[in-house]
C-alpha cells in the first residue's frame, strides 16, 4: 500500500562499491521483482530499503516521506531474509507470532492469523518445533510465515522459495500472489526463478554490479531487452549470441558467424554495411533443418533430455555455442552435425561494443 | 593426543556413530573424570565427613575419614559412663575393659563382668574402643546457638535482589556494549574492565566511605547494591553477546520489535548460557561474601550466613567444629541452585536457524 | 515467576519506546548503559578514583581528610632500589619479594588454570554419562570459602596429613611440604588452581555452546583431525570466551589472596608472599596501617595488569586474525 | 534507650557478658543492650574504620588497646574513679593515651598472661623430673629432648608465632623494647640475644619449625593442635588456651602450667587481653559508662572472670581468689597456676603490653624473625630490618 | 570410485519417523539424485550417508564394507551443505584449503587446487573475505568449492545450486558434470530443479516422507512413473490429473471426467468396465483445439506468459485444474471457454485408490 522511491542509492562496504546509484520507483500496489547475477547487490539493495543497512548515498522514500534515517522497525515493512534468520529459540509458533506481539494484536487474533499462515504454508504439523528441527525448505517456509503474517506496507522477499520443491514452489507462487491481490500492498521480491519473475512481476528490475540495466514489465524485457546484458538474463535457456556482419543494411542482410547470410524482414537498422555485431537468437527460435534450408550447421556437443522437451548443445563452425530447444524428445547424438534455421523476425541484434541493443 | 582431543572436541551429533565398544580415549576422559572426583570432590567430601566430627576429633593425628567416638558403657557401681579400651599387653591381651579413672602414666580399668574390680595397666598398654559417631551437636548447636532464620533470610534476600538486579543491569550493559556502536564504547569498556584491576582489597575503605554518604551502612542494601555493581558480569556477558548474529536481531527489528524487546525477547534468551553462568557466579559471590558485609553489616540482626559462620574465628581459635558444620550447610543452598542452573549452559544454540 | 517478570519487561518497555523513539538508537545505547554506569559508576569506578587519591596520602588515618598529602612519596619508598632484582637492596623489600612471587606465581597459575579448565571444559562438553553431575563435580571447589579450601589442604598436606600417608604407603620418604618453599610455593599453585578452575571451566562450557554445530560437522567433512579442528575450529570460535578467560584469570591471579594467605600465610618466610598480601598487610592488617601505601601498591599492580590485559588482547585479535 | 555492643569471641566470653547484661537490663529499665556477636577479623579490622568514619557502636570488647584509645569514651565523670584506680590499677594505662592522659576507659574483662605448658604424663612415662621455676631455656630444652627421645614424641618445643609470645622470653634475656626517654626501640642485644637463639632452636629441631617457618607475614599461628594430640612436650603459649586443653584433651593426658622460663637477666611472660570500651560517638555516655561500671563490679567481675574461665585483673577480686565452679580439676588448678604468674611480670612488659603502638612492634618482629628462621635474611639483617621497619612506621603514625 | 549401498535405512527423531526403510545401491561414478518434497528426509538420508546422524536402523557400505560405525572423518566423503556451514573465521581462501591442509596436501598443490576452484566458481576476488561479507550466492559457491577442493570417493551435495542465478546455474551444472567426468567418482546430489534433476542424473531417487517411490533413469521417471506420485512430481509444469472412468475396457476407451470420451490406443489395460481411474495428461500432451475437434472444454482462470512460452491454467467442468502449456505467446485471456484436445498416446492411468499405474 505504499509507493516506494529510490533515488541515486549508494551503498559501500570500506572501499568496496557495492550497489552504485541506484534509481526506481515503485508504484503502490506493484509487484517488483529484483533479478541479477549473484553478487549483484540485491540483497544490499533489499536490506537499505528495509532500513537495516544504511544508505551510503541517496534518498529513499516511502509514500513520498525520506526514511533515510528511519529505524527498520518503523517502516512498516517486513522481510523475508535470504538467511531466513529465524529465531532459534523460539518455536516455529513464537517465531510466527512475534511481530504480531509487538503490535499489540489481540491473542485469539493472533492465534487466527497463524492459524491462517501454516495451513498456507503446510506447516500445521511444525508449529512447535524449534526451527534446529526443521529441513531446509520447511524453514524458509517459516522464514515466509513469518513475514506474511503482518501485513505491512511493503513486503521485501530475498529469494524466498530457493529451497522447495517444484509444486510447492507453485502453490506458493500462488498463493504469494493471491496474497498481494488481497492486500494489494506493494512488493519487492528477489529470484533467481525466471518463471517465478515473468510470472509473478509486474515489473523487473535487472541488477548488474550494483547498477539497474533495464526496469519494465516482464515482456516488455523479453522482448525487448535493452542490452546483451538483460537478453541474456532473462529467458531461459539463455539467449544465444552469434558473431554477425551486417552484409547490406538496406536490405537488412546480415551474416551470422559461420553460416549463410539472413535477412531480417525489418530492415531499418541505422548500420553501415559491414559492421560489426552480435546477433541474439533464442534457443526456441532456431529449429532443426535440413541442411538444404538451413541458414547454418552446427556439429552437436551435448544433449538434455528433459522430457516434455530437449535441449540441443551445438557449437558454430566458428565455435560459438548455439543452444536448440526442441519440444518432446530427439534422437539425435552428440557428434552429429545438424542445419538450423532461424526464425528471423525473432533475432535481435547488440553493438559488439557496448552491447546496447540495436533498434530496429 | 590427537584422538583425545578427537574425543574431546567432538560434539554430540558426531558422537552419534560411535559403535558401544569403549575406545582408549573413552578411558582416558573417564579417567580424567575419576581423577576429577577423587582430586576435586574427595575433599569436599572429607570436608562433609568432618563436620560431623568433634573438635577433639578435628585436631586427632593422622586425620581419619570417618568421624569416630569412643565407645562409653555404664557399669554398676559407676555414676558416669565409662570409656571402653582393649588392652594390648600384659595378661588381659585382647580383653575389653572400661576405665574408672586415669593417674598419670596408669589407667584404673574395671572388667565388664566385674565392675567392682580395680585393676591398674599403664597407660601405653590400652586403646580406645571407637565406634562410628556422627556429631549432629555440630549442627544442633548452631540453631541453638544463633538465629539462623534470621541470618538464613538476609543471605537470602542480598544474594537474590543483589543477583536479580546485576544481572538485569549487567546484560543492559552487555547488550548495549556488543550489539551498538556509539561514540564512548571503547572508553565505557576500557573503564569497565579497568576497574577490575585494582584488587577489591583496597577499595573497601573508599567504597565504605561512599556507602557510609549514601546512608547504606548496616542496611542490607549496601551489600546488595554495591555487590550488583561488578564489572566482571559485564564483560562476560559482552563478549558472549558477541557470538549471536546480528541477523536475527535484524529479523526481530523487521518484526516491529522494539530494542527494548530485543533485548528481553531476543538477547537475553539466545545468552541464556552465559546468564546461567553469571547467575550461578552472581549467587555464589553474594552467598558467600564475606569481607564487604563485615564492614557494612556490624549488627546482628543484618548478620548473614557467612558472618554468623565466621564468628566462630576468633583471635586464638577457631572452632573449626561448628565452623565447618556451618559451611556444610551455607553450602547446601548454592549447591541446589547450581544443580538447577546448570542445565541452561547446555542449552546453546546449536544452530542459528538460518543459512 | 515467568509471568511476572513478564509483566514488568512490558511495563519497563513503555518508557523504554519512548526514549527509543525519542533519542534514537544509537543514543539509546546509553540508555541501556546508564543503570549499570550509575551503580558502577558510584560503587566501583568512584572508589578506585578514591584510592588514586589515597595512593598520594600519608599517616595511618583513616578518613581521607585527616591525611596528610605526600605526593609522590609512596610510590618512591616502593620504587626505590638499589637494584630490582635484589629485594634486599630496595627499601621495601618485602614488596619487590612479593612482587617476584606474584610474577611466577601469575605465570604458572594462569597456565595451568586455563589448560585444565579447557581440558575440562571440552571434556563435560563431549557426550558424557551425568553431565550435569561432573559439571558440578568441577565447580564445587568454586563454592568453598578461601577459609575452608586452606583448611582442606593443610589437613591433606600436614606432616601425618593424607599426602604423607600416601608417600609413606608407597614407601617414599615423607615430606613437610610446607616447610620448603619450593614445595608451598608448588602447592599454593596447586590450590588456587584448585580453588578456581571449575569457574573457568563454567565460563569456558557456556563459551563452547555458542559454536555452531554444524562448523563441526563440516570440519569433520573435511576430515579435519581432531586436533586440528580444535585448533582451528575450536579454539578461534572460543575466542571471544577465551579473552574473558584469560584476562579475568590473569586479573584475579595477580589479585590472588584469600586462600594462598589462609593456607600458607605467605610463608614460609615470605616465600609465597603475593602481591595483594604485601597490600593487605600493609594497609589493613598490620599495625599502623599504612593505607597509602598500599594504595600505592595496588595501583602499580594495576598498571602492571593493563599492560598485561592489552598485551593479551593484542595477541589473541592477532591470533583470531592470523 | 538501645546500646550496641561488639564482641568477638575466642570462648564463651560474650555468652557470658551477654547474660549478665541482661541484669543490667534488669537494674536499669528501658535500657536494652544488644551484644553483637563478630568475627574477630571484624574488630581488627572493620572497628577502626567505623570509628573514624562515625558508624561505629556504643561499646564493644577490643585487643587493641592503646590503638584504638583515640576513639575512647571518658567514663571518669560518670563513675567512681577511685574504685577503678584501686581496682584495676596500672592496667587503666594499657587504655589511655599516653603518661599525662588520667581517663577512665575500659575495663579489662580478660587478663591474660603468656607461659609454658607441659605434657606431664610424658614426663612421667619418661620419668624426667620437670625443671623448676627458676629453670633457664636451656634446661627446658634439654628435659624436653630427654622426654621426648624416651617417649618418642615428634616434637620437642614450640611457641605460638606472634610478636606477643615471644616478647617475653625476650624481656628476660634483657630486651629493654624502649630506649631511656621511652620511645620504641625494639631491637637492642638482649632482644637479638634472644632472637638468635630462637632461630637456633627453631632450626636445631629444638623448637618445632613449623609454627614460625610454617607461615608469612604478620599471620598468628600457634601450636595447641600438636600440643592436645600429644607430640609436643613443651608448649609456650597463654593462659587462654585453659579452656580449649580442658575440652579438647580431656582424659587423654595430664597437662601442667609452668609459667616462663627464665633469661639472663628475668623469667616474664607478657600480659595481654581484652577489654570493654566505649566509644566517645555515643549518644548515651552515661548508660555506656554505668554499663563498664557495673561489670567492674566486684561480684559481678568475679563471676565473669569464674564463669569465662580467665585470670582476674582486679585487684580484689584476685586477692579473694576465684572459685572455678564449672571448671574440672585440671583447669580450676591451671588458671591458680597462671594468676600466680601475674606477679612475676616485668614492668617492662607491662610497658610493652600498655604501649600503644606495639601491635606494629609484634607485627615486625614476626616478619623479620621468621625470615632469619627460614634463612632469607641473616639475623643481622633482619634486625637491621626490624629497626628501619619500626622507624617508618612511627613517622607514619606521628605524620598528622 | 565407489558403490554405496543403502539397506533398510531408518532414522528417528525422538518419536518422529523421518526416514522409514531406504534401500538403495548406488553403482560407482554413477550420478544419483534425489528428489522429493520439501521435509521428505532427503538432507537426513545425505547425513546418514555422510556419517553426521547415526542411522537408527539398517546397513550403509561403501564399496561392500559397513560404515555404519565409521566416523565421519573416515568416510572419505566430501558434502555441500544445504546451510553451507562455512567456518565463519576463516577466509574464503582458509574455508577452501583447511580440508586439503588435513589431508596434508603440500602448499603449492593446495596454492594450485583453490586457484582451479575459484576460477570454476568465479570467486577470484573473493578469496580474502570472510564469509559474512559475501552474497548469499557467493557463500552458496564457496561452499561447493570446499566440496570440490578435494577429490573423495563420494560427493554429496545438497541443493547446491538454490541461490544461484540462472546463467551461473548453467555454468556451474555443466562445471559439475565436467567435474563428474573427470574424476568419475559417485555423487550423490539432491536438488528441487527440474532441469538438473533430469539432465545430471544417471538415476534419479524420488523421495516422499521417508520413503523412495522410485528410483530409476530420468526418462523412465518421466515416461513410465510407478504411481501418480511420481509422474506429478517429475515433469514442470506438474502433470493434470483427471478423474476418468473406463467406458470400454476391451476398446481402451476411457472417459474423462468432463468431456467425451477418448479412444487409448493400446487397449490391454487390466481394467473392467465402468472402473474409475485417474488420468494423467502432461501440460504439453494437451493442445488448444476447435471445439469441433476438442475432448473436452476447459474455463481458462489464469495466463502465465513466460516470453518463449506460456501457461494456460484451466478448470474442467468438475472443476479439475488442467495446466495447458503453450509454445510462444498466447493472446487467450482469463475467462474465455476453450476447447481441449489431447495426445491419446501420452496419457497415463493411475488406480484412484492406491495412485499406482495402471499398466498397458
Ligand atoms: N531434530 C529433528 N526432530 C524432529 N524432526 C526432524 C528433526 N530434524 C529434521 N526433522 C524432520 O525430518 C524430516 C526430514 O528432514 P530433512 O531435512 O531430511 O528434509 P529434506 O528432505 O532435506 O527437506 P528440504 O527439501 O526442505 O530440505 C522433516 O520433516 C523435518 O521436519
Ligand atoms: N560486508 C561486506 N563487505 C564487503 N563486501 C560485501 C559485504 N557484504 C556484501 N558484500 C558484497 O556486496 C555485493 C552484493 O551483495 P548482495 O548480498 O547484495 O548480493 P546479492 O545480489 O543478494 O547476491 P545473491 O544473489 O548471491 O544473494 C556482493 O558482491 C558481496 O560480495
Ligand atoms: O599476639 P596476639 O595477637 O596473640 O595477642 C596477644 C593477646 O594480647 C593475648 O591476650
Ligand atoms: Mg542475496
Ligand atoms: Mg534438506
Known amino acids: 500500500m505504499a509507493n516506494l522511491q529510490l533515488q541515486d542509492i549508494e551503498k559501500a562496504f570500506g572501499s568496496v562499491k557495492v550497489i552504485k546509484g541506484v534509481n526506481l520507483t515503485v508504484n503502490h500496489g506493484e509487484f517488483c521483482v529484483f533479478v541479477g547475477p549473484s553478487g549483484c547487490g540485491k540483497s544490499t539493495l533489499l536490506r537499505m530499503i528495509s532500513g537495516l543497512d544504511s544508505v551510503s548515498g541517496g534518498r529513499i522514500t516511502i509514500d513520498g516521506d525520506l526514511v533515510n534515517d528511519v529505524a527498520a522497525a518503523d517502516r512498516g515493512l517486513s522481510m523475508v531474509f535470504q538467511s531466513y534468520a529465524l529465531y532459534p529459540h523460539m518455536s516455529v509458533r513464537q517465531n510466527l507470532s512475534f511481530g504480531l506481539e509487538n503490535l499489540n494484536t489481540p491473542r485469539d487474533v493472533i492465534k487466527k492469523k497463524i492459524d491462517e499462515v501454516a495451513t498456507m504454508l503446510q506447516i500445521h504439523e511444525l508449529l512447535d518445533r524449534k526451527p534446529k528441527d526443521l529441513s531446509g525448505g520447511q524453514r524458509q517456509r517459516v522464514a515466509i510465515g513469518r513475514a506474511v503474517v503482518r501485513e505491512p506496507r511493503i513486503f521485501l522477499f530475498d529469494e524466498p522459495l530457493s529451497n522447495l520443491d517444484a509444486e510447492l514452489r507453485v502453490d506458493m507462487r500462488g498463493e504469494i500472489a493471491q496474497l498481494h491481490k488481497r492486500l494489494g500492498n506493494t512488493m519487492i521480491y528477489v529470484t533467481h526463478d525466471q518463471v517465478e519473475a515473468m510470472t509473478m512481476a509486474d515489473k523487473i528490475a535487472v541488477l548488474r554490479a550494483g547498477v539497474v540495466e533495464q526496469f519494465g514489465a516482464p515482456l516488455e524485457l523479453y522482448h525487448s531487452p535493452v542490452n546483451q546484458f538483460v537478453a541474456g538474463f532473462i529467458g531461459s535457456p539463455k539467449m544465444n549470441f552469434l558473431n554477425a556482419q551486417v552484409v547490406s543494411a538496406a536490405n537488412g542482410k546480415v551474416s551470422l558467424g559461420a553460416g549463410r547470410s539472413i535477412i531480417l524482414r525489418s530492415d531499418d537498422f541505422m548500420l553501415s554495411d559491414d559492421a560489426v555485431v552480435v546477433a541474439g537468437i533464442r534457443p526456441n527460435a532456431v529449429r532443426v533443418a535440413e541442411s538444404a534450408v538451413a541458414d547454418f550447421t552446427v556439429e552437436i556437443s551435448g544433449v538434455e533430455r528433459l522430457g516434455g522437451e530437449s535441449y540441443l548443445y551445438t557449437k558454430t563452425r566458428d565455435g560459438s555455442p548455439v543452444t536448440v530447444n526442441i519440444q518432446g524428445e530427439t534422437s539425435l547424438e552428440p557428434g552429429q552435425e545438424i542445419g538450423l534455421s532461424v526464425d528471423v523476425e525473432k533475432v535481435h541484434l547488440f553493438d559488439s561494443d557496448t552491447g546496447a541493443t540495436l533498434h530496429r | 593426543m590427537g584422538k583425545a582431543i578427537a574425543f574431546l572436541t567432538r560434539t554430540r551429533g558426531s558422537r552419534d556413530h560411535a559403535g558401544s565398544r569403549l575406545h582408549w580415549t573413552d578411558w582416558f576422559t573417564y579417567g580424567y573424570l575419576l581423577l576429577g572426583i577423587v582430586l576435586m570432590f574427595g575433599p569436599v567430601i572429607w570436608l562433609l565427613m568432618s563436620s560431623f566430627k568433634t573438635d577433639a576429633e578435628l585436631n586427632t593425628f593422622p586425620p581419619r575419614f570417618l568421624p569416630y567416638a569412643q565407645e562409653m558403657i555404664t557399669l554398676d557401681g559407676h555414676t558416669k559412663p565409662l570409656p571402653i579400651f582393649t588392652v594390648t599387653e600384659g595378661e588381659l591381651e585382647g580383653v575389653q575393659v572400661a576405665q574408672v579413672r586415669r593417674v598419670g602414666i596408669v589407667s584404673q580399668v574395671v572388667k565388664m563382668d566385674a565392675p567392682d574390680e580395680i585393676i591398674k595397666i599403664k597407660v601405653k598398654e590400652r586403646e580406645p574402643v571407637e565406634k562410628l559417631a556422627l556429631a549432629w551437636e555440630n549442627y544442633s548447636d548452631l540453631f541453638k546457638r544463633f538465629n539462623f532464620m534470621q541470618f538464613l533470610w538476609n543471605s537470602t534476600f542480598i544474594t537474590v535482589i543483589s543477583t536479580l538486579i546485576m544481572l538485569l543491569v549487567n546484560s543492559m550493559a552487555a547488550f548495549a556494549l556488543s550489539k551498538y556502536e556509539f561514540r564512548g564504547r571503547t572508553v565505557v569498556l576500557a573503564m569497565i574492565i579497568g576497574t577490575l584491576m585494582i584488587p577489591q582489597t583496597v577499595v573497601l575503605v573508599p567504597l565504605f566511605l561512599v556507602v557510609r554518604e549514601m546512608g547504606m551502612i548496616n542496611s542490607l542494601w549496601g551489600v546488595i547494591i554495591p555487590g550488583a555493581a561488578t564489572p566482571t558480569g559485564v564483560f562476560l556477558l559482552r563478549q558472549y553477546m558477541l557470538t549471536i548474529p546480528d541477523e536475527i536481531l535484524d529479523a526481530a527489528r523487521m518484526d516491529k520489535a522494539s530494542e527494548w524487546k530485543i533485548y528481553w525477547r531476543i538477547i537475553l534468551p539466545l545468552s541464556a548460557p552465559a546468564i546461567a553462568v553469571l547467575a550461578i557466579l552472581a549467587i555464589m559471590w553474594r552467598w558467600n561474601d564475606f569481607l564487604w558485609p563485615l564492614i557494612v553489616l556490624s549488627r546482628t540482626e543484618n548478620f548473614t550466613l557467612q558472618l554468623a559462620l565466621n564468628s566462630f574465628q576468633g583471635e586464638m581459635a577457631t572452632q573449626w567444629s561448628s565452623l565447618l558444620a556451618m559451611t556444610v550447610l551455607t553450602l547446601l543452598p548454592i549447591a541446589v541452585v547450581f544443580a538447577f542452573l546448570q542445565k541452561y549452559i547446555a542449552t546453546g544454540i546449536a544452530s542459528t536457524g538460518g543459512k | 515467576m515467568a509471568v511476572f517478570l513478564n509483566s514488568c519487561m512490558r511495563i519497563i518497555e513503555i518508557p523504554m519506546l519512548y526514549l527509543q523513539q525519542k533519542l534514537g538508537i544509537s543514543k539509546l545505547a546509553w540508555v541501556f548503559l546508564l543503570p549499570n554506569l550509575l551503580l558502577f559508576g558510584l560503587f566501583a569506578f568512584l572508589p578506585v578514583v578514591l584510592n588514586l587519591v589515597y595512593a598520594m596520602t600519608g599517616s595511618d588515618q583513616i578518613l581521607l581528610e585527616d591525611r596528610t598529602w605526600v605526593g609522590m612519596g609512596n610510590y618512591n619508598t616502593l620504587l626505590s632500589c638499589k637494584d630490582f632484582l635484589d629485594p634486599n637492596s630496595c627499601t621495601d623489600d618485602l614488596f619487590w619479594r612479593a612482587v617476584y612471587n606474584t610474577l611466577s606465581f601469575v605465570l604458572l597459575q594462569v597456565g595451568f588454570m586455563v589448560g585444565f579448565a579447557l581440558l575440562t571444559a571440552l571434556i563435560l562438553n563431549s557426550k558424557i554419562r551425568a553431565r550435569g553431575f561432573f559439571r558440578s563435580v568441577f565447580f564445587f571447589p568454586v563454592l568453598l570459602s578461601p577459609v575452608v579450601v586452606a583448611l582442606i589442604w593443610k589437613w591433606i598436606l600436614q606432616r601425618e596429613g593424607l599426602a604423607n600417608a600416601a608417600l609413606e604407603g608407597a614407601g617414599f620418604d615423607t615430606i613437610n611440604w610446607l616447610l620448603d618453599r619450593h614445595w608451598a610455593f608448588f602447592w599454593s599453585v596447586f590450590v588456587s588452581v584448585w580453588a578456581h578452575m571449575g569457574f573457568y571451566t563454567l565460563i569456558l562450557l557456556a563459551g563452547l555452546q555458542a559454536i555452531p554445530r554444524d562448523v563441526y560437522e563440516a570440519a569433520s567433512m573435511d576430515a579435519a583431525t581432531p586436533l586440528r579442528t580444535f585448533r582451528r575450529i575450536t579454539l578461534p570460535l572460543l575466542m571471544p570466551t577465551m579473552i574473558v578467560v584469560l584476562v579475568l584469570s590473569l586479573i584475579k591471579s595477580v589479585q590472588t589472596f584469600d586462600e594462598v594467605y589462609a593456607f600458607t600465610g605467605g610463608g614460609p618466610g615470605s616465600a609465597t608472599t603475593f602481591l595483594i598480601q604485601y597490600v593487605y598487610e600493609t594497609g589493613f592488617a598490620g599495625m599502623p596501617r599504612l593505607f597509602g601505601l598500599a594504595s600505592a601498591a595496588s595501583i602499580l599492580l594495576a598498571l602492571v595488569l593493563v599492560v598485561l590485559t592489552f598485551l593479551q588482547l593484542w595477541a589473541s585479535r592477532r591470533n583470531a586474525n592470523g | ?400
Open chain 4, 1 to 400: 534507650q538501645e546500646l550496641r555492643f561488639m564482641c568477638s569471641t575466642d570462648g564463651n566470653e560474650c555468652e557470658v557478658i551477654e547474660d549478665l547484661v541482661t541484669r543490667f537490663e534488669a537494674e536499669n529499665a528501658g535500657v536494652d543492650v544488644i551484644v553483637d556477636i563478630v568475627p574477630y577479623k571484624s574488630i581488627q579490622e572493620n572497628l577502626p574504620v567505623q570509628l573514624a568514619a562515625g558508624t561505629g557502636p556504643d561499646l564493644a570488647k577490643v585487643t587493641d588497646l592503646g590503638g584504638l584509645s583515640p576513639y575512647y569514651l571518658d567514663i571518669k565523670p560518670f563513675v567512681d574513679a577511685d574504685y577503678w584506680e584501686k581496682s584495676f590499677g596500672d592496667i587503666l594505662n594499657w587504655y589511655r593515651k599516653g603518661p599525662d592522659d588520667e581517663g577512665l576507659y575500659g575495663l579489662h574483662s580478660q587478663l591474660t598472661i603468656t607461659g609454658g605448658y607441659i605434657n606431664r604424663t610424658l614426663f612421667d612415662q619418661a620419668e624426667v623430673e620437670p625443671p623448676a621455676a627458676d629453670a633457664t631455656w636451656e634446661q627446658w630444652a634439654e628435659a624436653a629432648a630427654e622426654v621426648a627421645e624416651a617417649t618418642e614424641t615428634p616434637h620437642l618445643m614450640a611457641m605460638d608465632r606472634s610478636g606477643h609470645r615471644i616478647a617475653g622470653p625476650a624481656i628476660s634475656e634483657g630486651a629493654k623494647l624502649f630506649a631511656e626517654d621511652g620511645s620504641p626501640i625494639l631491637v637492642d642485644e638482649g632482644f637479638t640475644n634472644f632472637v638468635t637463639k630462637f632461630v637456633e632452636w627453631n632450626n636445631d629441631g629444638t623448637m618445632l619449625r613449623d609454627v614460625w617457618a610454617g607461615t608469612g607475614g604478620d599471620t598468628y599461628q600457634d601450636a595447641s593442635q600438636e600440643f592436645i594430640n600429644g607430640s609436643l612436650v613443651y608448649y609456650y603459649s597463654g593462659s587462654w588456651q585453659v579452656g580449649k586443653f580442658d575440652s579438647e584433651i580431656g582424659d587423654a593426658f595430664d597437662w601442667q602450667v609452668v609459667g616462663t622460663p627464665c633469661g639472663a637477666v628475668a623469667c616474664t611472660g607478657m600480659p595481654g587481653g581484652a577489654g570493654i570500651v566505649g566509644f566517645k560517638s555515643t549518644k548515651q555516655p552515661e548508660m555506656v559508662a554505668k554499663l563498664l561500671d557495673f561489670l567492674a563490679r566486684e561480684d559481678i567481675y568475679a563471676e565473669l572472670t569464674a564463669r569465662t574461665l580467665n585470670i582476674p585483673a582486679h585487684a580484689a577480686v584476685a586477692a579473694k581468689g576465684v572459685d572455678y565452679e564449672g571448671a574440672s580439676a585440671p583447669a580450676a588448678a591451671a588458671l591458680n597456676a597462671w594468676g600466680k604468674q601475674v606477679s612475676t611480670v616485668s614492668p617492662v612488659a607491662y610497658a610493652y603490653q600498655g604501649y600503644k603502638n606495639n601491635r606494629a612492634m609484634f607485627g615486625i618482629t614476626m616478619t623479620r624473625v621468621s625470615q632469619a628462621i627460614v634463612g632469607e635474611l641473616t639475623i643481622e639483617e633482619a634486625m637491621e630490618r626490624a629497626k628501619v621497619d619500626l622507624e617508618q612506621a612511627l613517622t607514619e603514625v606521628d605524620a598528622k
